[in-house]
């Protein structure tokens, strides 16, 4: 199994310095790099690393920009140098998310009949459309129980994986996605999954062997998958929101299964007419 990279909390001293050094280690970016992209000098990251100086308020959020850090971190990052935190985490069902949650919803029943769903930081799914429920037919009601999590459904030997005719290389490619996603959060409950999903026994029972009947030129890797009686092929596209003001909004993410080749396409066009 892959190593991944341990959480922020390694400093003993978890003032603002130390968690910035970690941010900058991980993103492998020199104190003079760093400093220059932010405007200010090395000499001055040294000292904020090390406790000697205390960066303003607008300091820190320029770092954490420069350093790519994800919003939910940027408030620890505020936190731990004494200043309140910038990003609100509104609950999905708040009223002010209103039309955020109407807009999701239009925007993902618009792909139908193609499978668009909504998920979280955590991957947890949040909404569904009709093409994500026509590929969930006959999975056991245990794996669908909230929260609904689409890593689950696709790795577990009862959910998706014994359809999925090339698992290997999905599984593969979904274990890689979290991977990056952790080393970006380095979140705690996310790694957790990881281990959990990883740990699952792989099927040797999907059907088929994994090439397709008709040679197909690819323009991405697909999930090709079983259903009554025949394999479809997805490529996957995921949208974020630009620029989020909010923790919740921010984590985010509007994952659409496009149909890979021309037999899938059909198929799904012959159920929604």
Known sequence: ????????????????????????????????????????????????????????????????????????????LLLAAGYAPRYPETPLDDPALDALRAGMERLIQGYEP???????????????????????????????????????????????????????????????????????????????????VAAYPVSEGAPGDGAPEDPVAYFALPMRIEHEGRVLSFTSSIATFNTPMDVTVAELAIETLLPADPATVKYLQSLSS
Not at 31 to 36: D, T
Not at 129 to 157: C, F, Q, S, W
């Open 1 to 76: 199994m892959t190593t991944l990279p341990s959480g922020p909390a390694a400093p003993a001293d978890r003032g603002v310095g130390p968690l910035l050094r970690v941010w900058r280690e991980q993103r492998r970016v020199s104190q003079l790099e760093l400093a220059l992209q932010a405007g200010s000098s090395a000499r001055h990251i040294s000292f904020v690393e090390t406790g000697r100086s205390r960066p303003s308020e607008e300091m820190v959020l320029r770092l954490a920009e420069h350093l790519d850090v994800p919003v939910r971190e940027r408030n620890a």
């Open 114 to 196: 193609y499978p668009a769903l909504v998920v979280d930081a955590l991957y947890d799914v949040h909404a569904a459309n009709r093409g994500v429920l026509m590929l969930l037919d006959g999975i056991p009601g245990h794996l669908l129980e909230p929260p609904l999590n689409a890593m689950r459904l696709t790795l577990h030997p009862e959910g998706l994986a014994p359809r999925i005719v090339n698992l290997p290389e999905w599984r593969g490619h979904l274990l890689a996605q979290m991977e990056r996603q952790i080393a970006l959060r380095r979140s705690e409950p996310l790694r957790r999954l990881y281990e959990e």
